[in-house]
């Protein structure tokens, strides 16, 4: 019922609504290195730019829904936000739903493995002079508390994101806000091995400072973060983070991060490389790997490892075939399992503002004391960025 | 026949498929990963019957002949498996729990293969596999997994960040009493 009454009002808007913001870092198969390239927010993510808006439609997206004598010029001059001429260019709204059904092991039989998420309902604006140089930036979302998500209430809308961001000189960027932490791949999957042990995922934006420079070889961003407000201050996570890239040939990128941070049970640490190539136009392979040490204040130390492998083809535009190798151990040292993912998937945009996945997931933990047997997921996703 | 020999007589015959192939490009590979896959167990005893599961997982060694009609092509691959089994867990009926059992195998697999470009490979086929594995009789309880022989369906996506390294992923379907087979690696072709 929620589906129907939500999904024509979603539609409708996406008539009136310009496009939106995604982080897709495999896209340097398109030659895109720079998350700034499209990105507000240098580091990746978020609302997207106006040049970001056209390149992702007359581009990435397929073409199937324009007659041959549309032009992707004019494709990408359609791509901003609808009737943007009778608004101030200063002002960028922007829109962001997006949905996932989850089937557990399908094909077993089990009538309550099937579940429908509402994963994300943003809506945010973005203020800027005409060159860029200060901007502003904010986006409200849908952010459940945990009680909350089983049951797709919509329950909680929070400013999730907001940042001021100032221009020093050609290459040098300073934002302050609350803003996701930079580090690593700023991979799409907030449950993927590269972000949810590290504390990265769509809850854990940080009221931050960071220093941002990029030029056409590396970049480099510096945070200094004291956490979520909308955490209780004791799990508030309080550090530092620094990342990094260097660009030893064209659309090939190696990087480095790393970050720590403590509240008052635990101190994070996490340090990784990773690495990012085009292979062919829209088709890239990425990868990182890095350590984890959680220090509980009253116990020992563990340590553990992940690994991220994230391949994507261009099959034809619009649509690309996405195979995923995950792994990772939460202590090397202790009996905790040693937790893989392989992965199958399809993106699809079919259309600018439009974009579907699915993916075929299956998840085995492998125990120093037993066998335990692997699970399948097949996810499905639909998403409207307006 | 025995497993073993069974096993043989498919390498040969996808041996002679893959000759019968017109060439432009030839890569030789060899190869060394990790895999990992699922079977079903079944449990035996004088009090009863049960079912639970049972993981194979190690690492990989292998040779691989891939042949190029500009993008289409074929190819032709063997491995040798080293690895553990684990197989039951505490509270299973029959209780039965091993882990890390050692055993070795390998596989043949032939696959056609699309390269659209000379960076990305995506390879796909049948292939057979023999894994040598005698669960130990554990306080009466039997158990028995899979099949020596087993056979399915992979698919295979190489990326070549150069021109002698390269990085697969394959994800397979074994068909006899056995799920999900998963393998990802490192190759350098030569």
């Known amino acids: ?71 992707d010029e004019q494709i990408a001059e359609r791509s901003g936000f609808p009737g943007q001429s009778k608004m101030p260019n200063w002002l960028k709204p922007s829109f962001k739903y997006r949905a996932l059904f989850l089937r557990k092991n399908p094909g077993s039989g089990t009538s309550d493995a099937t579940k429908f998420y509402v994963m994300q309902v943003d809506f945010g604006a973005t203020v800027s002079d005409p060159d860029g140089k200060y901007m502003a930036l904010i986006t409200w979302g849908h952010n459940p508390p945990p009680t909350d998500v089983q049951t797709n209430k919509i329950s ?14 050609e290459n040098w960027w300073v934002y302050a806000g609350l803003l996701d932490i ?23 934006q940080s009221q931050s400072v960071i220093l941002h420079t990029a030029k056409e070889n590396y970049e480099v961003a510096v945070d200094a973060f004291v956490g979520n407000p909308y955490v209780e201050d004791q799990f508030r996570m309080k550090g530092a983070s620094i990342t990094g890239e260097y660009q030893p040939a064209e659309n090939t990128r190696i990087g480095a991060s790393l970050m720590s941070s403590k509240n008052d049970l635990l101190t994070h640490s996490v340090v990784s490389v990773h690495y990012r190539k085009a292979l062919s136009k829209g088709s890239a392979f990425q990868g990182e790997y890095g350590m984890i040490q959680d220090k509980p204040q009253l116990d020992v130390a563990s340590t553990g490892s992940y690994l991220y492998l994230q391949s994507q083809f261009l099959v034809t535009r619009g649509y690309f075939l996405r195979p995923l190798i995950e792994n990772y151990k939460a202590n090397n040292l202790s009996g905790t399992p040693e937790q893989w993912k392989w992965g199958i998937g399809v993106l699809a945009f079919p259309a600018p503002r439009y974009e579907g996945r699915i993916d075929l997931l299956n998840k085995t933990s492998i125990y120093k004391t037993q066998a335990q047997e692997d699970e399948w997921q097949m996810r499905m996703q639909f998403h409207v960025s307006l | ?188 072709k030569f």
């Open chain 1, 1 to 71: 019922m929620r589906i129907a009454l939500v999904f024509p009002f979603l539609l409708s808007l996406s008539l009136f609504w310009a496009l939106p913001a995604f982080s897709y870092p495999e896209f340097i198969g398109y030659g895109y290195a720079a998350c700034m390239t499209c990105h507000n927010n240098g580091m990746g993510g978020g609302q997207l730019n106006d040049y970001g808006r056209a390149l992702w439609s007359a581009e990435i997206a397929s073409r199937v829904f324009y007659d041959k004598s549309t032009t």
């Open chain 1, 156 to 169: 909680r809308i929070l400013a999730k994101e907001y940042f001021a961001r100032l221009q020093l000189g």
């Open chain 1, 182 to 204: 930079p580090f690593g791949i700023r991979n799409v999957d907030h449950t993927s091995f590269n972000r949810a042990p590290q504390g990265l995922t769509f809850r854990d």
């Open chain 2, 1 to 188: 026949m025995s497993a073993y020999k069974s096993f043989v007589f498919a390498g040969l015959i996808l041996l002679a498929a893959s000759s019968a192939f017109a060439v432009e490009t030839v890569f030789h590979t060899i190869s060394i990963g990790y895999f990992q896959w699922q079977e079903r167990m079944e449990l035996s005893s004088s009090s009863g019957k049960g079912n639970t599961v049972a993981q194979f997982f190690g690492n990989s060694f292998g040779y691989e002949r891939e042949s190029y009609n500009l993008h289409w092509g074929n190819s032709l691959q063997l491995e040798g498996y080293l690895g553990q089994g684990n197989g039951g867990r505490p509270g299973s009926t029959p209780a039965y729990n091993q882990t890390f059992q050692s055993f070795f195998g390998g596989s043949v697999a032939y696959k056609w293969a699309y390269r659209p470009s000379g960076y990305i490979s995506l390879l796909s086929g049948p292939f057979v596999l023999y894994r040598g594995m005698k669960w130990p009789e554990e306080s009466g309880v039997t158990a028995k997994s899979g099949s020596d022989i087993n056979v399915g369906v992979l698919f295979e996506a190489k990326i070549r960040p150069s021109q002698r390294i390269e990085i697969y992923q394959k994800i397979g379907m074994l068909g006899i009493k056995a799920s999900g087979f998963f393998a990802a690696g490192l190759g350098m």
